[in-house]
């Protein structure tokens, strides 16, 4: 069997797309752009290029964009009051501040003084909170992307056994719950999970996510599976590779995600369509 390519790149357009139609008809009602405002704290090289990717497509879509690029050794209480600023600022309707940050801020705090109803990394415990409970809100960029190419590739998930390998709160955790909620029943797999090849040769599904070069081999992948492979990292050669051995394992998956041009630009796209959502929130005529 040799995988079919679930294309992020063709389908992160296609969503960017509808998002600049939708901000468009937005603004032929007399409604404002959309506002998104983007924090980068110091000089990390792939925050820089994950930004400017943010950026761009934030044009493409008639998005308005704030960059604020602040230097490492800005203090927490600096952060803090750049927040509490685009909080009250009305032309501001999604903050977002580019992980990591440097190690004498704590992210949980920042995080936290973000307007949940502005949080458009879904990141907030509130926003956390109704992913849990199923209900509406603002949903972590990733997994929304995943979802997103899921269901364009008219994948079912429901009854799917999924696994995924990481839990951090920006992947791992919030994607268990989407697939949670989609009918999937979920093993999460981190650096202490026993057997770990045999918890992946079970699953139909495998979400990759723990940021470890070709991590998953290609004979851990059961004939038939999907495999979504969220790693992004960089060789010495220069080269990006996922966290998944690419060309063993669609050898044997019926879906794969290529690195890059799969889950990554998903993530950017779901950013708008959470940005897009947050200014309709705050519209004074929503319900
Ligand atoms: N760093 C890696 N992924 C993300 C993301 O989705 N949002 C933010 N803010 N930082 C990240």
Redesign the pocket.
Known sequence: MTAKLIDGKQISQHIIEQVALRVAARRDRGKAAPGLAVIRVGEDAA?RI?VRNKLKACERSGVNSYSHEVPASTSQSDLVALINRLNSDPAVDGI?????LPGHIDGDAVTDRIDPSKDV?G?HPYNIGRLMLGLAGLR???PRGVMTLLQCSGIEIDGQDAVILGRSN?VGRPMALELLHAGATITVCHSRTRELPEKVANADLIVAALGKPRFVQGSWVKTGAIVIDVGINRLDDGSLVGDVDFEAARQRAAWITPVPGGVGPM?VAS?LENTLQAAENRDPDAS
């Open positions: 925050s994950y977002l501040v580019q992980l990591p990394d990141f972590p960029c990733t920006i993530t950013l």
